[in-house]
């Protein structure tokens, strides 16, 4: 059993989830005034330790929830998350705000437009908290940033470890208390890494169905942006304002869009849900995987059918393959700056990027080729299943002394990007340490609400979710 570890203080608006913010927003016992200084003076108290936000629009977000609280006070509440904070990755453009894509190189870079996503929150009535922290360019999954300084994962006070990346200011800020929700961007895990080692909810969803307008790229062919939350609800919620068409990105012209509330809570009894196979267990920590198999059985006995398929490559090769995607593109948007040894460039991301340096037209459509084909082959495998069930990472956080820069946690995470998949990750147990671990649903390409649907069904029969962090609770 892991060592005692406080549940949420379900009164204090610093930990309570969307969903219960938004009905005491709408009962009146709770202001958007009152939560945001509430934040704030968190982001004050733990912000030099925890290092999750760039920029804090402090003034800004006041004068947004006194808008707020006056129009719901007055009958004009516009929707459920009406005066509700949120936390946005700083590679997501505010126009005339600051967006630095986690890169010293472009402290002065000021924001042309505002991304679609940004609109679409703040159409809902969302109050913008700031900007957090990012691994250079979005390119990496520890979650380090050598020159912006790297976000503490607030699990461990005593040892700064790994936060998770790219979206790493995104995961340590929901997971303090320092704001109810963010938005991270998952390019080969960068919303689930981070939602996996602080104890989040993180929904990594289909390419096109949330704009990547006015979000800094790294791969066109595999961002998306998705949302960081406390509970699966909470994800389906932001979902919803999130997702739809855009023609400022015609991926989101597609495939429409539905609501995955209504079938949120219709129970996973019926539906198949395939086990990783006994290959993949090689390398994941022994307490990992005794989590990873409670989260199978507790499935099971909730009607779901665990089957076992075989695969048709190793995740690791499916890995490799994302990567060279992500370096061909990535040096296609960031080259020009990595190419100048003068600019102030992470040692560590350098590389990453140069991984598309020397990549000829012919690679690059070799990589695009093999893609097609690992999607074809792993379409027919998985043909009969609702969902592939794994471990989000294959550890609990480590130190960041520990962290070998030329290696990546994203071994089960990328192969959803690369599958062209959605994928949930939610909290699924504690070490002993204390440190928590992950469980990933990954299901069909544009079924988010399957993959919210199995994850709310396992998160209401167990009791990971909500927890806080020991020495964060005031």
């Not at 945001?36 to 330790?49: M, P």
């Not at 977000?61 to 609280?69: N, V």
């Not at 703040?122 to 976000?151: C, D, R, Y």
């Amino acid at each position: 059993m892991p060592r005692t570890i406080p549940r949420t203080i379900t009164d204090d608006p610093a930990f309570m989830p969307l969903t219960a913010l938004s009905q005491a927003i709408g009962a009146g016992t709770l202001s958007p005034v009152e939560l945001v200084d509430k934040l704030l003076a968190r982001i004050n108290a733990h912000g030099e330790k925890l290092h999750a936000f760039v920029t804090v629009y402090g003034d800004d977000a006041r004068l947004a929830a006194e808008g707020a609280d006056k129009a719901i006070r007055s009958g004009h509440r516009i929707g459920p998350l009406h005066g509700v904070p949120i936390a946005i990755k700083d590679i997501v453009d505010i126009e005339g705000r600051i967006t630095t894509g986690g890169s010293k190189a472009w402290i002065n870079r000021v924001s042309p437009v505002t991304a679609t996503l940004v609109r679409r929150l703040v159409s809902a009535g969302m109050i913008v908290l700031g900007k957090t922290h990012s691994v250079e360019f979005a390119m990496g999954g520890w979650g380090t940033n050598q020159h912006m300084g790297t976000p503490w994962n607030p699990w461990d006070l005593n040892t700064h470890r790994t936060p998770g990346g790219s979206s790493a200011g995104s995961g340590v800020s929901v997971a303090a208390g320092l704001a109810p929700c963010a938005i991270g961007t998952d390019t080969g895990g960068s919303v689930r890494l981070p939602a996996s080692w602080c104890g989040l909810t993180g929904l990594k969803t289909t390419i096109g169905r949330i704009s990547v307008h006015g979000v800094l790229p790294l791969s066109s062919t595999l961002d998306t942006p998705g949302p960081m939350t406390r509970t699966v609800e909470d994800s389906a919620m932001l979902y919803n304002v999130l997702a739809g068409p855009d023609p400022k990105d015609p991926q989101t012209l597609r495939h429409p869009v539905a609501d995955p509330l209504p079938g949120l809570r219709h129970g996973v009894a019926g539906l198949r849900l395939a086990v990783m196979p006994e290959s993949e267990r090689e390398g994941v920590e022994s307490e990992i995987l005794a989590a990873y198999d409670d989260s199978i059985e507790t499935l099971r006995s909730l009607g779901a059918h665990i089957v076992t398929v075989s695969l048709p490559r190793p995740f690791r090769k499916l890995g490799a393959a994302t990567g060279r995607i992500i370096g061909g593109e990535g040096y296609f948007f960031v080259g020009d700056m990595v190419d100048q040894p003068e600019l102030p460039i992470d040692e560590a991301v350098r590389p990453r990027i140069w991984v598309g340096k020397d990549m000829s037209a012919r690679d690059y459509l070799t990589a695009l080729k093999i893609r097609d084909d690992i999607k074809a082959e792993f379409d027919a495998a998985l043909a009969d299943t609702d969902a592939l069930l794994t471990p989000t990472t294959a550890t609990a956080a480590i130190p960041i002394d520990d962290v070998d820069q030329n290696d990546t946690p994203a071994m089960f995470t990328r192969v959803a990007n690369i599958l062209e998949r959605c994928a949930l990750s939610l909290p699924n147990g504690f070490t002993a340490g204390g440190l928590p671990s992950s469980l990933q649903i990954m299901c069909r390409g544009y079924d988010e609400a399957t993959a919210l649907r199995i994850g709310w069904a396992y998160e209401q029969a167990t009791d990971w979710t909500g927890r806080v962090p020991p020495g964060l609770e005031t």
